[in-house]
């Protein structure tokens, strides 16, 4: 959908051929010549506006688009730092009192053999060239179907990478936004399903830097937590999106093209393995929505391509001895090829691009693991740059912006055994932004 704008009806004026015309000729009178202007002033009101560009604003605009996810070391040189952060969050991988001591110690250890892991597929990360070229595109087709927020900033802020919440925070200043200058920000998540451990951790992240950069703005007499405007950005925030139809559509699409690789007569009896980041069960145990809506995009993909293949959810990446969900990707896909049933499809059905999960995990370990038993395992192609999956991001922000919501309601409701004041903290400040929406 794009704006329609007519250039004849942009261009309907009086030239200075016709206005010459009409001053050359005896009867022609400045009664005459006024009413030409005004009717061709009339005629410039009616027109069509143009589309707004990224130079252009709208009536609500700027603005900015902030791409949340985990992010990826881009070069070898860099998987210390990026493993340091991670298993430094206790948001993400719970450790107890001792987490940036074990933090830095497991990161350590684990670093050369993440570096061979990481040279293996090229030598970094491919997450952050896709995550900015998916903001950058997504951001053009909303200065078309959202003129009045346009023009729309793609930015990006990784969790444990370059760049991180805090370079992408500095760089909404020099562009503008905050430091008594207000504007409006949309954080959203490149998590689909929504977790305390992924988005809830970026959200936390964002928070905290934004209390640091522009100061807290709460107000004590508040329930709510956050004053009037004063020139800080106004924050919203898109934190999950399981089921929408586009995304839906995207992982289908690349599903049928992969099926369509194994002969007729087997087609229908393939097995789809939709595969997710596990998480440690200490964290499902607190009642994280995450496995619920994971199986939600799962089924919502299996009634738009019609139940015709068995399928089950699945889930990767466990690190460590203690319990996470189950079961585990590697098991399942050997153990259905021991039973006889070669022929799988693995759906990476929780991320967005690829990464070190899919190009190494999934890629050179399980299904090089599958292959040595017989197996007849092939991966469906990441989200990436599909065109339908980057319209459907842009069919979500247009959502959220024209809904007035800082949020949904499910961000707003904690966990059943959530202890961490600093999850509650951040969420009762995003939710408080509605007060300035």
Same mark, same amino acid.
């Given at each position: 959908?794009?704006?329609?704008?007519?250039?004849?009806?942009?261009?309907?004026?009086?030239? %200075?051929?016709?206005?010459?015309? /009409?001053?050359?000729?005896?009867?022609?009178?400045?009664?005459?010549?006024?009413?030409?202007?005004?009717?061709?002033?009339?005629?410039?009101?009616? =027109?069509?506006?143009?589309?707004?560009?990224?130079?252009?604003?709208?009536?609500?605009?700027?603005?900015?688009?902030?791409? !949340?996810?985990?992010?990826?070391?881009?070069?070898?040189?860099?998987?210390?730092?990026?493993?340091?952060?991670?298993?430094?969050?206790?948001?993400?991988?719970?450790?107890?009192? !001792?987490?940036?001591?074990?933090?830095?110690?497991?990161?350590?250890?684990?670093?050369?053999?993440?570096?061979?892991?990481?040279?293996?597929?090229?030598?970094?990360? %491919?997450?952050?060239?896709?995550? @900015?070229?998916?903001?950058?595109?997504?951001?053009?087709?909303?200065?078309? $179907?959202?003129?009045?927020?346009?023009?729309?900033?793609?930015?990006?802020? /990784?969790?444990?990478?370059?760049?991180?919440?805090?370079?992408?925070?500095?760089?909404? /200043?020099?562009?503008?936004?905050?430091?008594?200058?207000?504007?409006?920000?949309?954080?959203?998540?490149? +998590? %689909?399903?929504?977790?305390?451990?992924?988005?809830?951790?970026?959200?936390?992240?964002?928070?905290?830097?934004?209390?640091? *950069?522009?100061?807290?703005?709460?107000?004590?007499?508040?329930?709510?937590?956050?004053?009037?405007?004063?020139?800080?950005?106004?924050?919203?925030?898109?934190?999950?999106?399981? &089921?929408? %139809?586009?995304?839906?559509?995207?992982?289908?699409?690349?599903?049928? =093209?992969?099926?369509?690789?194994?002969?007729?007569?087997?087609?229908?009896?393939? &097995?789809?393995?939709?595969?997710?980041?596990?998480?440690? !069960?200490?964290?499902?145990?607190?009642?994280?929505?995450?496995?619920?809506?994971?199986?939600?995009?799962?089924?919502? &993909?299996?009634?738009?391509?019609?139940?015709?293949?068995? +399928?089950?959810?699945?889930?990767?990446?466990?690190?460590?001895?203690?319990?996470?969900?189950?079961?585990?990707?590697?098991?399942?896909?050997?153990?259905?090829? #021991? #039973?006889?049933?070669?022929?799988?499809?693995? &759906?990476?059905?929780?991320?967005?691009?690829?990464?070190?999960?899919? *190009?190494?995990? *999934?890629?050179?370990?399980? $299904?090089?693991?599958?292959?040595?038993?017989?197996?007849?395992?092939?991966?469906?192609?990441?989200?990436?740059?599909?065109?339908?999956?980057?319209?459907?991001?842009?069919?979500?922000?247009?959502?959220? *912006? @024209?809904?007035?919501?800082?949020?949904?309601?499910?961000?707003?409701?904690?966990?059943?055994?959530?202890?961490?004041?600093?999850? =509650?903290?951040?969420?009762?400040?995003?939710?408080? !932004?509605?007060?300035?929406?």
């Amino acid at each position: 959908m794009s704006l329609r704008t007519p250039v004849a009806r942009l261009s309907t004026r009086a030239s %200075p051929v016709q206005i010459s015309r /009409f001053a050359a000729t005896p009867t022609s009178t400045l009664r005459q010549h006024q009413h030409l202007q005004q009717h061709g002033a009339a005629r410039r009101r009616m =027109a069509t506006v143009p589309p707004v560009t990224q130079d252009a604003k709208g009536s609500k605009g700027p603005t900015a688009m902030v791409f !949340m996810n985990m992010g990826g070391p881009s070069t070898t040189d860099e998987v210390g730092d990026f493993l340091s952060r991670l298993f430094s969050d206790g948001d993400l991988i719970p450790l107890g009192r !001792m987490q940036n001591y074990l933090g830095r110690f497991i990161s350590v250890r684990r670093t050369p053999k993440i570096q061979k892991q990481y040279a293996e597929i090229g030598g970094g990360s %491919p997450i952050r060239k896709w995550s @900015e070229h998916q903001a950058a595109e997504m951001c053009k087709i909303l200065d078309e $179907i959202s003129p009045a927020t346009a023009p729309h900033k793609p930015y990006v802020a /990784f969790r444990y990478a370059n760049p991180l919440t805090e370079d992408m925070y500095a760089r909404l /200043f020099e562009d503008g936004f905050g430091k008594g200058r207000g504007g409006r920000a949309v954080a959203f998540t490149q +998590y %689909p399903q929504y977790s305390c451990s992924t988005t809830g951790s970026s959200l936390n992240e964002l928070w905290k830097w934004r209390s640091r *950069l522009e100061g807290k703005r709460a107000d004590e007499d508040n329930n709510n937590g956050v004053a009037e405007a004063d020139g800080s950005i106004t924050w919203s925030v898109i934190d999950r999106w399981p &089921v929408h %139809p586009g995304l839906v559509e995207a992982f289908a699409r690349n599903i049928e =093209a992969t099926l369509k690789e194994y002969p007729a007569e087997v087609r229908d009896k393939v &097995v789809l393995l939709f595969s997710a980041h596990s998480l440690p !069960m200490s964290v499902v145990n607190r009642g994280d929505p995450y496995p619920a809506e994971v199986a939600a995009t799962v089924y919502a &993909v299996m009634q738009r391509l019609g139940m015709r293949n068995p +399928y089950r959810l699945v889930w990767q990446s466990q690190v460590g001895p203690s319990a996470w969900l189950g079961a585990q990707t590697s098991d399942t896909v050997a153990n259905y090829i #021991k #039973k006889g049933q070669k022929e799988l499809v693995l &759906v990476p059905i929780a991320f967005t691009s690829d990464h070190i999960e899919t *190009l190494f995990e *999934l890629d050179k370990e399980i $299904i090089a693991e599958a292959e040595e038993l017989g197996g007849d395992v092939r991966r469906v192609e990441s989200l990436n740059g599909s065109k339908v999956f980057i319209r459907a991001l842009a069919d979500i922000a247009k959502e959220h *912006l @024209e809904s007035g919501l800082a949020c949904s309601k499910q961000m707003g409701l904690r966990c059943p055994a959530c202890t961490s004041e600093r999850c =509650a903290e951040s969420k009762r400040f995003f939710a408080g !932004m509605q007060e300035r929406l």
